[in-house]
Protein backbone atom coordinates (compact mmCIF):
# COMPACT_ATOMS: atom_id res chain seq x y z
CA UNK A 1 0.00 0.00 0.00
CA UNK A 2 1.45 3.25 -1.23
CA UNK A 3 0.08 6.83 -0.74
CA UNK A 4 0.81 9.77 1.34
CA UNK A 5 -0.74 10.10 4.46
CA UNK A 6 -2.42 13.46 5.65
CA UNK A 7 -2.74 13.34 9.65
CA UNK A 8 -4.26 16.12 11.83
CA UNK A 9 -4.10 16.03 15.96
CA UNK A 10 -0.79 14.99 17.31
CA UNK A 11 -2.12 15.00 20.89
CA UNK A 12 -1.36 11.90 23.52
CA UNK A 13 -2.79 9.62 21.56
CA UNK A 14 -2.45 10.84 17.73
CA UNK A 15 1.48 11.33 17.99
CA UNK A 16 2.15 7.47 18.58
CA UNK A 17 -0.46 6.95 15.98
CA UNK A 18 1.11 8.56 13.29
CA UNK A 19 4.54 7.62 14.37
CA UNK A 20 3.28 4.18 13.60
CA UNK A 21 2.69 4.85 9.97
CA UNK A 22 5.30 7.25 9.71
CA UNK A 23 8.19 4.32 10.97
CA UNK A 24 6.41 2.28 7.87
CA UNK A 25 7.80 4.59 5.22
CA UNK A 26 4.89 6.13 4.41
CA UNK A 27 4.56 9.65 3.18
CA UNK A 28 3.21 11.64 5.69
CA UNK A 29 1.61 15.40 5.73
CA UNK A 30 0.75 16.73 9.05
CA UNK A 31 -1.11 19.78 11.09
CA UNK A 32 -1.61 20.44 14.74
CA UNK A 33 -3.13 23.61 16.36
CA UNK A 34 0.18 23.90 18.21
CA UNK A 35 2.90 23.05 15.92
CA UNK A 36 5.40 22.53 18.47
CA UNK A 37 3.30 18.73 19.67
CA UNK A 38 4.08 17.93 15.67
CA UNK A 39 7.93 18.32 16.56
CA UNK A 40 8.79 15.06 16.90
CA UNK A 41 7.17 13.85 13.77
CA UNK A 42 8.03 16.30 11.84
CA UNK A 43 11.93 15.61 13.00
CA UNK A 44 11.20 12.27 11.99
CA UNK A 45 10.85 13.16 8.04
CA UNK A 46 6.89 13.87 8.68
CA UNK A 47 5.83 17.71 6.38
CA UNK A 48 4.39 20.11 8.25
CA UNK A 49 1.21 21.84 6.69
CA UNK A 50 -0.44 24.91 8.08
CA UNK A 51 -4.14 24.10 7.79
CA UNK A 52 -6.42 20.72 7.37
CA UNK A 53 -7.05 22.32 3.89
CA UNK A 54 -2.96 21.91 3.19
CA UNK A 55 -3.22 18.62 4.47
CA UNK A 56 -5.90 17.24 2.39
CA UNK A 57 -4.67 18.64 -0.59
CA UNK A 58 -2.06 16.69 -0.60
CA UNK A 59 -3.39 13.35 1.00
CA UNK A 60 -5.10 9.93 -0.15
CA UNK A 61 -5.73 9.25 3.27
CA UNK A 62 -6.87 11.86 6.06
CA UNK A 63 -6.78 10.61 9.64
CA UNK A 64 -8.18 13.55 12.03
CA UNK A 65 -8.03 13.00 16.01
CA UNK A 66 -8.99 15.99 17.91
CA UNK A 67 -10.48 16.82 21.35
CA UNK A 68 -14.27 17.25 20.85
CA UNK A 69 -16.96 17.16 18.22
CA UNK A 70 -16.48 21.16 17.46
CA UNK A 71 -12.75 20.36 17.06
CA UNK A 72 -13.92 17.72 14.21
CA UNK A 73 -16.51 20.34 12.72
CA UNK A 74 -13.95 22.89 12.78
CA UNK A 75 -11.36 21.08 10.57
CA UNK A 76 -14.07 19.45 8.94
CA UNK A 77 -16.19 22.08 8.12
CA UNK A 78 -14.15 25.23 8.50
CA UNK A 79 -12.64 27.50 6.35
CA UNK A 80 -9.88 26.39 6.22
CA UNK A 81 -11.14 22.66 6.89
CA UNK A 82 -10.12 19.34 5.10
CA UNK A 83 -13.46 19.38 2.78
CA UNK A 84 -11.84 23.21 1.22
CA UNK A 85 -9.35 20.61 -0.39
CA UNK A 86 -10.44 17.04 -0.47
CA UNK A 87 -9.88 15.15 -3.78
CA UNK A 88 -12.19 12.75 -5.14
CA UNK A 89 -11.21 8.90 -4.06
CA UNK A 90 -9.83 10.34 -1.11
CA UNK A 91 -10.89 8.36 2.56
CA UNK A 92 -11.47 10.55 5.31
CA UNK A 93 -10.78 8.65 8.99
CA UNK A 94 -11.64 10.80 12.11
CA UNK A 95 -10.68 8.43 15.05
CA UNK A 96 -12.10 11.20 17.29
CA UNK A 97 -14.60 10.28 20.08
CA UNK A 98 -17.06 12.28 18.54
CA UNK A 99 -20.81 12.12 18.43
CA UNK A 100 -22.43 9.85 15.89
CA UNK A 101 -24.29 12.29 14.32
CA UNK A 102 -21.87 14.80 13.09
CA UNK A 103 -19.97 11.10 11.72
CA UNK A 104 -23.09 10.46 9.79
CA UNK A 105 -23.55 14.57 8.64
CA UNK A 106 -19.23 14.15 7.40
CA UNK A 107 -20.07 10.72 5.48
CA UNK A 108 -22.68 12.83 3.21
CA UNK A 109 -20.84 15.70 2.75
CA UNK A 110 -18.23 13.33 1.26
CA UNK A 111 -20.27 11.32 -0.21
CA UNK A 112 -21.15 14.35 -2.24
CA UNK A 113 -17.43 15.32 -3.29
CA UNK A 114 -16.84 12.00 -4.18
CA UNK A 115 -14.65 11.08 -1.50
CA UNK A 116 -15.90 8.23 1.55
CA UNK A 117 -15.14 8.66 5.36
CA UNK A 118 -14.93 6.45 8.31
CA UNK A 119 -15.73 6.93 12.04
CA UNK A 120 -13.11 5.39 13.50
CA UNK A 121 -12.75 5.80 16.96
CA UNK A 122 -10.02 3.98 19.44
CA UNK A 123 -9.32 2.46 22.98
CA UNK A 124 -6.35 1.62 24.92
CA UNK A 125 -5.50 4.80 26.02
CA UNK A 126 -1.63 6.27 25.49
CA UNK A 127 -0.52 2.79 26.25
CA UNK A 128 -2.06 1.19 23.47
CA UNK A 129 -1.32 4.05 21.08
CA UNK A 130 2.00 3.68 21.92
CA UNK A 131 2.48 -0.03 21.95
CA UNK A 132 0.25 0.07 18.66
CA UNK A 133 -2.27 -2.08 20.59
CA UNK A 134 -5.58 -0.61 20.77
CA UNK A 135 -8.55 -1.36 19.98
CA UNK A 136 -10.64 0.21 16.54
CA UNK A 137 -14.19 0.10 15.87
CA UNK A 138 -15.07 1.90 12.63
CA UNK A 139 -18.48 2.95 10.88
CA UNK A 140 -18.62 3.61 7.48
CA UNK A 141 -18.54 2.08 4.05
CA UNK A 142 -16.91 -1.49 4.27
CA UNK A 143 -15.28 -0.77 1.08
CA UNK A 144 -13.41 1.95 2.59
CA UNK A 145 -12.82 0.28 5.78
CA UNK A 146 -10.99 -2.78 3.82
CA UNK A 147 -9.12 -0.29 1.86
CA UNK A 148 -7.49 1.67 4.85
CA UNK A 149 -7.13 -1.85 7.27
CA UNK A 150 -3.23 -2.04 6.61
CA UNK A 151 -2.90 1.33 8.24
CA UNK A 152 -5.11 0.58 11.14
CA UNK A 153 -3.17 -2.67 11.62
CA UNK A 154 0.08 -0.71 11.78
CA UNK A 155 -1.92 1.35 15.02
CA UNK A 156 -4.03 -1.39 16.66
CA UNK A 157 -4.56 -5.05 17.45
CA UNK A 158 -8.26 -5.27 17.40
CA UNK A 159 -9.87 -3.97 14.42
CA UNK A 160 -13.70 -4.07 13.94
CA UNK A 161 -16.00 -2.56 11.15
CA UNK A 162 -19.25 -1.93 12.86
CA UNK A 163 -21.81 -1.18 10.40
CA UNK A 164 -22.40 2.34 8.37
CA UNK A 165 -21.54 5.68 9.25
CA UNK A 166 -21.58 6.51 12.78
CA UNK A 167 -21.64 3.00 14.01
CA UNK A 168 -18.07 3.17 15.01
CA UNK A 169 -18.82 5.89 17.58
CA UNK A 170 -21.66 4.15 18.74
CA UNK A 171 -19.34 1.46 19.59
CA UNK A 172 -17.24 3.79 21.11
CA UNK A 173 -20.37 5.29 23.57
CA UNK A 174 -21.09 1.84 24.71
CA UNK A 175 -16.95 1.33 25.59
CA UNK A 176 -17.25 4.58 27.59
CA UNK A 177 -20.14 3.64 28.84
CA UNK A 178 -18.38 0.68 30.44
CA UNK A 179 -14.86 1.87 31.26
CA UNK A 180 -16.42 5.25 32.88
CA UNK A 181 -18.30 3.22 35.46
CA UNK A 182 -15.34 0.54 35.65
CA UNK A 183 -13.37 3.28 37.14
CA UNK A 184 -15.04 4.18 40.22
CA UNK A 185 -15.16 0.83 41.00
CA UNK A 186 -11.30 0.72 40.53
CA UNK A 187 -10.63 3.81 43.13
CA UNK A 188 -13.01 2.01 45.53
CA UNK A 189 -11.29 -1.12 45.43
CA UNK A 190 -8.15 0.55 46.02
CA UNK A 191 -8.73 3.04 49.03
CA UNK A 192 -10.79 0.45 50.70
CA UNK A 193 -7.56 -1.47 50.79
CA UNK A 194 -5.41 1.30 52.35
CA UNK A 195 -8.35 2.20 54.74
CA UNK A 196 -8.41 -1.53 55.93
CA UNK A 197 -4.04 -1.79 56.41
CA UNK A 198 -3.04 -4.12 53.11
CA UNK A 199 -0.82 -3.83 50.72
CA UNK A 200 -2.11 -1.98 47.78
CA UNK A 201 0.68 -3.41 45.65
CA UNK A 202 -0.30 -7.30 47.04
CA UNK A 203 -4.10 -6.53 46.55
CA UNK A 204 -3.34 -5.57 43.27
CA UNK A 205 -1.88 -8.04 42.44
CA UNK A 206 -3.68 -10.94 43.91
CA UNK A 207 -7.31 -9.21 42.55
CA UNK A 208 -5.76 -8.30 38.90
CA UNK A 209 -5.58 -11.89 38.43
CA UNK A 210 -8.56 -13.02 39.27
CA UNK A 211 -12.67 -12.95 38.12
CA UNK A 212 -12.90 -9.13 39.06
CA UNK A 213 -9.57 -8.74 36.73
CA UNK A 214 -9.59 -5.40 34.04
CA UNK A 215 -7.63 -3.83 32.04
CA UNK A 216 -8.33 -0.38 34.12
CA UNK A 217 -7.68 -1.92 37.18
CA UNK A 218 -4.38 -3.68 35.87
CA UNK A 219 -3.28 -0.31 34.59
CA UNK A 220 -4.44 2.38 36.06
CA UNK A 221 -4.11 0.50 39.50
CA UNK A 222 -0.23 0.75 39.97
CA UNK A 223 -0.28 4.24 38.61
CA UNK A 224 -2.44 5.13 41.43
CA UNK A 225 -0.24 3.58 43.65
CA UNK A 226 2.38 5.72 42.89
CA UNK A 227 0.72 8.44 42.87
CA UNK A 228 1.15 9.28 39.17
CA UNK A 229 -2.03 11.06 37.88
CA UNK A 230 -0.65 12.13 34.06
CA UNK A 231 -3.15 11.30 31.61
CA UNK A 232 -3.46 8.33 29.24
CA UNK A 233 -7.19 9.82 28.78
CA UNK A 234 -8.30 13.14 30.22
CA UNK A 235 -10.87 13.48 32.46
CA UNK A 236 -12.19 16.70 30.30
CA UNK A 237 -12.30 14.13 27.46
CA UNK A 238 -14.26 11.22 29.47
CA UNK A 239 -16.60 13.93 30.29
CA UNK A 240 -17.22 14.98 27.32
CA UNK A 241 -17.75 11.42 25.94
CA UNK A 242 -20.05 10.79 28.82
CA UNK A 243 -22.51 13.56 27.86
CA UNK A 244 -22.48 12.62 24.03
CA UNK A 245 -23.37 9.07 25.74
CA UNK A 246 -26.16 10.47 27.94
CA UNK A 247 -27.69 12.67 24.89
CA UNK A 248 -27.77 9.79 22.58
CA UNK A 249 -29.19 7.54 25.25
CA UNK A 250 -31.77 10.36 26.10
CA UNK A 251 -32.66 10.08 22.05
CA UNK A 252 -33.62 6.52 22.16
CA UNK A 253 -35.58 6.93 25.59
CA UNK A 254 -33.10 4.89 27.25
CA UNK A 255 -32.59 5.05 31.20
CA UNK A 256 -28.53 4.85 32.06
CA UNK A 257 -28.46 5.71 35.89
CA UNK A 258 -25.20 4.04 36.66
CA UNK A 259 -23.99 6.70 33.80
CA UNK A 260 -25.66 9.31 35.39
CA UNK A 261 -24.13 8.75 38.25
CA UNK A 262 -20.27 8.15 37.41
CA UNK A 263 -20.96 11.45 34.95
CA UNK A 264 -21.27 13.27 38.58
CA UNK A 265 -18.04 11.97 39.66
CA UNK A 266 -16.33 13.32 37.18
CA UNK A 267 -17.43 16.37 37.42
CA UNK A 268 -16.58 16.83 40.72
CA UNK A 269 -12.95 15.84 39.87
CA UNK A 270 -13.43 19.02 37.34
CA UNK A 271 -14.42 21.09 39.79
CA UNK A 272 -11.20 20.04 41.83
CA UNK A 273 -9.17 21.65 39.22
CA UNK A 274 -8.41 17.85 37.64
CA UNK A 275 -9.66 18.07 34.16
CA UNK A 276 -6.34 17.65 32.43
CA UNK A 277 -5.13 14.67 34.78
CA UNK A 278 -5.97 11.32 34.00
CA UNK A 279 -8.93 9.49 34.76
CA UNK A 280 -6.93 7.64 37.64
CA UNK A 281 -7.45 10.64 39.32
CA UNK A 282 -10.58 9.82 40.41
CA UNK A 283 -8.74 8.17 43.38
CA UNK A 284 -8.38 11.69 44.92
CA UNK A 285 -11.63 12.73 44.55
CA UNK A 286 -12.91 9.81 46.77
CA UNK A 287 -9.13 10.55 49.32
CA UNK A 288 -10.91 14.35 49.70
CA UNK A 289 -14.38 12.57 50.55
CA UNK A 290 -13.23 10.05 52.98
CA UNK A 291 -10.63 12.59 54.41
Same mark, same amino acid.
Given at each position: ?????????????G????????K????? =? #??????????E???? +??E?C????????????? &??I????????EV? =? +??R?? =???????? #?????T?? *??????????????????????????G?? %??? *????????? %????????????????????????????????????????S? !????V?? !???????????Q?????? #?????????? =???????????D????? &???? &??????????????????????????? &?????S???????????????? *?????
Amino acid at each position: MSAEIGWIGTGVMGKSMCMHILKKGYRV =F #VYNRTEEKAGELIKK +GAEWCNSPEAVAAKSRYV &FTIVGYPYDVREVM =F +GDRGV =FKSVSAGS #VLIDMTTS *EPSLAEEIYGKARALGASSLDAPVSGGDV %GAR *EAKLAIMAG %GDRKSFDEVLPLFKLMGENISYMGGAGAGQHTKMSNQILIST !SMIGVVE !SLLYAQKAGLDQREMLDI #VGRGAAASWS =FNNYGPRIIKGDYNPGF &FIKH &FIKDMGIALDEAKKMNLSLPGLALANQ &FYIAASAMGLENAGTQALYKVL *EKLNS
